[in-house]
């Protein structure tokens, strides 16, 4: 199986391999319906594991071994019945979990699907409970399953032995699961169906004993303080660290990313702001920035980690024809301190006739970013009257985690001089003094005339010349 190399730019030039492949095929282009689920696991020792959805209820599962090849050239089916497909995990033993639900004569029953060992692709369906349904499965220190799932309007935490009560959500599915690998913690993260205020409630034992219930939308230092997809989240041993996309309102054409950590003060920390314009097209159940999720690079120390988040971005530049709706493209952040502070974004696909959706970043990171996402050949939901069907590519990300960081020099390229700048713009809260003979490009590359002063709020790169010398820089504006 190849890899095909696709190079991004980063403000010193230097350019970096990321490695595209191709691990199955879909056709449907709704994957999952707000926040992002984990649909890809790192094991370390043995490999990766992905999972998504096709036609209408079979799920597929395909396994790369480390250091080989993915093991199935177009992934497998794993169910023989319909089924819904929840998240994926693995055991201590390497050994693949799928949650899994469906209706037998109107009867909820949820399921998870066993893997005999790590990557065989030989799967036992175990029933679980009754009565619920949306579930997903996390793994926590010592194996043991633990499952969250909605009945009645209600968030449940629950395992092959018992069931409790986690909070109110409403009926359609924003809640997130994460368990600690480290240490026997397990959190919970929905949002509200009426409200838009994002939860979190943790247990510190693996469900026995529950910390009392936080509401983060009271503490957001911001206007925008409601989560219309929910939360991702993952811990570092203890601690929690989560990523949501906030708007104001109902305006999902301004979007805010923040992290949160409640053994920070503060306890959020502001990523990265994005708008477009209000005639552009983004589809239903969408906004434009979404479904964010965030891994870990673990090092000595909890103020040593690096974090990384992974989202879709929607590019007003890049309509599709056909349907009318904008087409996304992945992009990402890095925090090197554990997330008090946060790199530029940079975009980890190329914009092109391709709509990038639903991605997930694999919660470990070892030096390597791994993410899922689907291109889906023509932008907007089949499933929700958008566009036509489609047989979609289920694509494969590794991005060197160098990307971030590549090419970061002490000094400055070289000097400007005195007293010739242009008035500052405004790229992550710094001033970025431009040079009078800059250029000015768009995210897609394209030469952007008129007053740089002008251009509306969005992501820009300059093109700054002296002699034979040139300094590229990404920008932000955010006003």
Not at 48 to 62: C, L, P, S, T
Not at 440 to 458: A, I, M, T
Request: some cysteine; overall charge positive; aromatic content about 14%.
């Amino acid at each position: 199986m190849r890899f095909f190399p696709l190079l991004i730019a980063v403000a010193s030039f230097i350019r970096a391999e990321i490695f595209v492949d191709t691990i199955g095929w879909t056709t449907r282009d709704r994957q999952f319906h707000f926040p992002a689920l984990r649909y890809l696991v790192n094991d370390t020792l043995r490999g990766i594991h992905a999972v998504y959805k096709d036609g209408y209820g079979e799920i597929r599962y395909n396994f790369k071994p480390r250091g080989e090849d993915w093991r199935f050239p177009e992934a497998i089916v794993i169910n023989p019945y319909q089924r819904n497909l929840g998240c994926l995990d693995i055991n201590n033993n390497g050994r693949t979990l799928i949650a899994t639900d469906y209706r037998n004569r109107g009867d909820k029953t949820i399921t998870y699907f066993l893997d005999s060992a790590p990557g065989a692709a030989v799967f036992q369906e175990i029933a679980v409970t009754e009565g619920l349904q949306y579930p997903l499965v996390g793994i926590g220190r010592y194996g043991y399953l633990k499952f969250a799932a909605i009945g009645n309007d209600t968030l449940y935490y629950f395992s092959p032995f018992t069931r409790y009560r986690v909070g109110v959500i409403g009926s359609f599915p924003t809640h997130n699961l994460i368990a600690s690998k480290i240490s026997s913690r397990l959190g919970f993260i929905w949002s509200e169906k009426n409200s838009g205020k994002l939860f979190l409630r943790e247990t510190p034992d693996g469900g026995g004993t529950w910390y009392p219930l936080r509401n983060l939308s009271e503490n957001i230092p911001t206007r925008f303080n409601r989560s219309l997809f929910g939360a991702s989240a993952v811990y570092d041993s203890i601690r929690i660290h989560l990523v949501a996309d906030l708007i104001e309102s109902t305006n999902r054409g301004i979007v805010q990313l923040w992290h949160y950590c409640p053994y920070d003060t503060p306890a959020w920390h502001f990523i990265y702001e994005y708008a477009i314009t209000d005639t552009t097209v983004l589809g239903i159940y969408t906004a434009a920035i979404d479904r964010p999720s965030i891994g870990i690079e673990r090092r000595t120390g909890t103020s040593g980690n690096r974090l990384y988040v992974v989202w879709e971005q929607f590019n007003p530049e890049n309509i599709d024809p056909r349907t009318g709706i904008a087409r996304t493209d992945i992009w990402a952040s890095c925090s090197p301190d554990n997330g008090r502070t946060w790199t530029q974004p940079i975009r980890l696909t190329t914009p092109d006739s391709i709509s990038k959706r639903f991605p997930y970043l694999a919660e470990v990171v070892n030096d390597t970013l791994h993410i899922i996402y689907f291109a889906d050949l023509v932008a907007g939901s089949w499933e929700l009257g958008e566009g036509p069907i489609t047989r979609n590519p289920v694509i494969y990300l590794r991005v060197p985690a160098s990307v971030f960081t590549a090419g970061v020099k002490e000094k400055p390229l070289f000097n400007i001089p005195p007293g010739d700048f242009l008035p500052t713009l405004f790229t992550g809260g710094k001033e970025l003094p431009l040079y009078r003979s800059c250029r000015v490009f768009n995210s897609s590359g394209r030469l952007v005339p008129g007053d740089p002063l002008l251009l509306p709020s969005g992501v820009y790169f300059i093109v700054m010349q002296t002699g034979n010398s040139y300094l590229i820089q990404p920008l932000i504006k955010i006003r």
